[in-house]
């Protein structure tokens, strides 16, 4: 799970970066940076929830 987790994180910069290339680009592609926000969005949902699986909740 800590694999999965470590190449959902490596995906989500990697998308970071695709979408600040595209974002500059003079001529950006408005569907395909929506597209990109939207995958890095799903990504960072699914990141979340691993990590709130491998985390522990602690009662205080």
Excluded at 31 to 46: I, N, P, V, W
Excluded at 47 to 56: H, T, V
Aim: glycine residues 2%; hydrophobic residues 45%; aromatic residues 0%.
């Amino acid at each position: 799970m800590r694999r999965r987790l470590e190449a959902l994180r490596v995906e989500h910069r990697d998308l970071d970066t695709a979408i600040a290339a595209l974002g500059d680009a003079s001529s950006a592609d408005q569907l395909q940076l929506a597209r990109l926000k939207k995958r890095k969005l799903r990504l960072r949902d699914e990141i979340a929830r691993i990590e709130d699986a491998l985390i522990p909740d602690i009662i205080a």
